[in-house]
């Protein structure tokens, strides 16, 4: 292999790494706030991707079919709860937060499919469309047994993985796409040609990682969710709601899997199951972080793209099989260095 190839590939690495970073602090925040391993993070990406190929083309994406049923079944839920409890007056604060806001964006996005749009509007729209899509899940599948330990969360979450593969199929159908290049701008760099794209791709995991630690150090709100993901009673005790946290995970972890959506979308061919090897590979650099320790963690789904870019080119029909051997010695690691840890479930 010579210097220029390693170069290359080393590019390409840091740029599905840089995609992987923002996935894994997803799952890392998302564990640290509410237990739960979303395994379903990458399939909220893959939808992304396949809301902007739709408006592409100009068509109604099938997230919109996705988003009201899940809207509908999540007000369905909460109504039921607030009726057995006898609280009538969060009625109308339910059906605005469960129906209508997740149905501002589908109907926005009925009226603007069908019509040409530039880049960033399609973007935008598809971004919008995907954010209540977390929280809805959350509200329907994972509250009612947030108290449950960390394994039934994890069966239940890999159950809700495969059920959202057959709604995927349902709303997208079986047929692969790939986006519009984000710029077809390149740059001379030590005699190699490397894409603007790539700069634009690391970028942006650079901004909204940094946007994120910012959030978490200076807003109230941050400061809520850090509190509940060190201690989840003390975080009670102190008057902070864990399912109002937990929304809040939620919902930023649904900005990440689509800002990650986005990205790889114009870089590889997306598959309505797609997003689960996505997912995979993040959860590998998010358990070099421990899943608590959000710059281990980038730097974990970093050494992911950076091997796998790698592994490519050895042997691409072994490259998987070469990046989840991974996780074999960081799981000894971790299991002899941490020891036993009690679930706070069972405390």
């Known amino acids: 292999m010579s210097s220029d190839i390693a170069a290359i590939l080393?590019?390409?690495?840091?740029?599905?790494?840089?995609?992987?970073?923002?996935?894994?602090?997803?799952?890392?925040?998302?564990?640290?706030?509410?237990?739960?391993?979303?395994?379903?993070?990458?399939?909220?990406?893959?939808?992304?991707?396949?809301?902007?190929?739709?408006?592409?083309?100009?068509?109604?994406?099938?997230?919109?079919?996705?988003?009201?049923?899940?809207?509908?079944m999540a007000t369905l839920?909460?109504?039921?709860?607030?009726?057995?409890?006898?609280?009538?007056?969060?009625?109308?604060?339910?059906?605005?937060?469960?129906?209508?806001?997740?149905?501002?964006?589908?109907?926005?996005?009925?009226?603007?499919?069908g019509s040409v749009m530039s880049m960033p509007v399609r973007m935008g729209l598809s971004l919008l469309l995907v954010l209540p899509?977390?929280?809805?899940?959350?509200?329907?599948?994972?509250?009612?047994?947030?108290?449950?330990?960390?394994?039934?969360?994890?069966?239940?979450?890999?159950?809700?993985?495969?059920?959202?593969?057959?709604?995927?199929?349902?709303?997208?159908?079986p047929e692969g796409v790939r986006t519009q290049p984000l710029t077809d701008a390149s740059w001379e760099i030590a005699g190699m040609q490397v894409s603007l794209q790539t700069f634009l791709i690391v970028g942006s995991a650079v901004v909204f990682s940094t946007l994120l630690y910012a959030f978490f150090e200076?807003?109230?709100?941050?400061?809520?969710?850090?509190?509940?993901?060190?201690?989840?009673?003390?975080?009670?005790?102190?008057?902070?709601?864990?399912?109002?946290?937990?929304?809040?995970?939620?919902?930023?972890a649904s900005i990440l899997a689509g800002i990650s959506g986005i990205l790889?979308?114009?870089v590889t061919t997306i598959f309505y199951d797609s997003g689960f090897l996505f997912g995979l590979r993040a959860f590998v650099g998010a358990i070099i972080g421990a899943m608590v320790n959000y710059p281990v963690t980038a730097l974990g789904a970093l050494l992911v793209g950076v091997l796998e870019s790698f592994a490519s080119f050895w042997s691409s029909a072994f490259k998987e099989v070469i990046v989840f051997s991974l996780l074999l010695p960081v799981l000894l690691w971790r299991s002899l260095s941490v020891g036993e840890v009690e679930d706070e479930a069972e405390e």
């Open 10 to 72: 080393a590019i390409d690495g840091i740029a599905s790494g840089a995609i992987y970073v923002l996935i894994a602090i997803g799952f890392v925040l998302i564990f640290a706030v509410t237990r739960v391993i979303f395994v379903p993070f990458g399939d909220i990406s893959a939808f992304t991707a396949l809301t902007l190929a739709a408006l592409e083309t100009q068509r109604l994406p099938g997230t919109m079919g996705l988003v009201a049923m899940l809207a509908a």
């Open 77 to 113: 839920m909460q109504l039921t709860a607030d009726i057995r409890a006898s609280d009538l007056k969060a009625i109308p604060s339910t059906l605005f937060f469960y129906l209508v806001v997740p149905l501002v964006p589908v109907a926005l996005m009925w009226f603007a499919a």
């Open 218 to 252: 200076l807003t109230l709100t941050g400061k809520a969710l850090r509190a509940t993901a060190v201690n989840r009673t003390g975080a009670r005790l102190v008057g902070i709601r864990p399912a109002y946290t937990g929304t809040m995970a939620y919902v930023l």
């Open 133 to 173: 899509i977390a929280p809805l899940l959350d509200r329907i599948v994972f509250r009612p047994i947030a108290d449950a330990s960390v394994l039934l969360l994890l069966t239940v979450s890999m159950a809700l993985h495969f059920a959202l593969v057959g709604l995927g199929l349902m709303f997208f159908g």
């Open 264 to 266: 790889i979308s114009p």
